[in-house]
């Protein structure tokens, strides 16, 4: 994802007014742009992933041909 102007400024603007907190800044940001759907969901994938790569590499990893 590309990062616009219309971010870059939020992010400014709001770490100022926070106190020069990132977290508090980074919570912002996700409530002001939505996306903590977009985290949860990159959550659920990466771990989909791993589970797959898990059960991928413990079937090669046993075989002795």
């Known amino acids: 994802m590309a990062w616009t102007s219309e971010h870059r400024t939020f992010v400014i603007g709001e770490y100022i007014r926070k106190g020069s907190s990132a977290i508090s800044t980074q919570r912002a940001f996700c409530i002001r742009f ?5 985290i949860l ?19 090669t990893r046993f075989k002795l041909d």
């Open 34 to 38: 939505h996306l903590t759907n977009m």
């Open 41 to 59: 969901f990159w959550i659920e994938k990466q771990c989909s992933f791993e589970s797959i790569a898990l059960k991928l590499n413990t079937q």
